[in-house]
């Protein structure tokens, strides 16, 4: 196992991990998949177009008008609505590896979604190797 570890500057922060996940893939030489697992309750993981910079603005806005921060939930840290936008984007990623190259389209990117920061984080990396 892998961790990457992360510091977030913002409460609400998108940081792109695909680079550091194209070279560990590449390190690894093999091919199959990798499992990427974010061990917090208020931050994420996605796959998502990763060229347009505005695309990490849309993604954090719309979140926080869907849920937002103030509204009366019961939970008493004052990150229920974090805790909720992690559940919408998901805490685990698989993506397949050949030959050490991370299989992710074109305009792809992988992006770790900050919820209640400034934190300290880490995400952790699990390669499958398959038979090829």
Same mark, same amino acid.
């Given at each position: 196992?892998?961790?990457? =570890?992360?510091?977030?500057? %913002?409460?609400? =922060? *998108?940081?792109?991990?695909?680079?550091?996940?194209?070279?560990?893939?590449?390190?690894? $030489?093999?091919? $199959?998949?990798?499992?990427?697992?974010?061990?917090? &309750?208020?931050? $994420?993981?996605? *796959? =998502? #177009?990763?060229?347009?910079?505005?695309?990490? #603005?849309?993604?954090?806005?719309?979140? %926080?008008?869907?849920?937002?921060?103030?509204?009366?939930?019961?939970?008493? %840290?004052?990150?229920?609505?974090?805790?909720?936008?992690?559940?919408?984007? $998901?805490?685990?990623?698989?993506?397949?590896?050949?030959?050490?190259?991370?299989?992710?389209?074109?305009?792809?990117?992988?992006?770790?979604? @900050?919820?209640?920061?400034?934190?300290?984080?880490?995400?952790?990396? &699990?390669?499958? %190797?398959? @038979?090829?």
């Amino acid at each position: 196992m892998i961790s990457i =570890q992360l510091e977030t500057k %913002e409460r609400m =922060q *998108v940081l792109d991990l695909t680079k550091d996940l194209v070279r560990i893939a590449k390190n690894w $030489g093999k091919s $199959g998949l990798v499992n990427i697992y974010c061990p917090h &309750t208020t931050a $994420g993981l996605t *796959v =998502q #177009e990763n060229y347009d910079p505005s695309v990490k #603005e849309d993604l954090l806005t719309t979140l %926080e008008r869907l849920i937002p921060r103030n509204f009366g939930y019961k939970h008493s %840290e004052n990150n229920a609505d974090a805790h909720i936008k992690s559940v919408l984007c $998901g805490v685990s990623l698989n993506l397949p590896v050949s030959a050490g190259h991370l299989l992710i389209g074109r305009w792809q990117g992988v992006l770790f979604l @900050e919820m209640d920061g400034p934190r300290k984080r880490e995400v952790y990396l &699990t390669f499958i %190797e398959s @038979e090829e």
